[in-house]
């Protein structure tokens, strides 16, 4: 039912900066938000950052608070990702997704990107 496509990532230097978009087409619920994950080669995926559609309201993992940016555009439904400061520990495939909440909770997403490939080098 949600299409997403990322689009955005690439190599770079330690310290430097990216942007990723996530184009989503199709619908989605008041009680949805948006998120980043990420996955390196041989480790599990992990949690980046998620916006609530409406509410505008976001959340970060710890690793990248004070450096990612999550913000969206609702008219154009479209998701960016602003990394900044970027680590070589950062270096992972990133994937948007659809994310339901249960009151509080988030859930697991059930909408994948295909990804795309971050490469920071030191």
């Known amino acids: 039912q949600v299409q997403l496509v990322e689009s955005g990532g690439g190599l770079v230097q330690a310290g430097g900066s990216l942007r990723l978009s996530c184009a989503v087409s199709?619908?989605?619920?008041?009680?949805?938000?948006m998120g980043w994950f990420r996955q390196a080669p041989g480790k599990e995926r992990e949690f980046v950052a998620d916006?609530?559609?409406?509410?505008?309201?976001?959340d970060y993992a710890d690793s990248v608070k004070g450096r990612f940016i999550i913000s969206r555009d609702n008219a154009k439904i479209t998701l960016f990702l602003q990394m900044n400061s970027l680590k070589p520990e950062d270096t992972a495939v990133y994937y948007c997704a659809a994310v339901p909440y249960l009151g509080s909770s988030r859930l697991e997403p059930n909408y994948w990107g295909q990804g795309t490939q971050v490469t920071v080098s030191s």
């Open positions: 916006i609530m559609w409406y509410g505008g309201r976001a």
């Open positions: 199709g619908r989605t619920f008041s009680n949805y938000a």
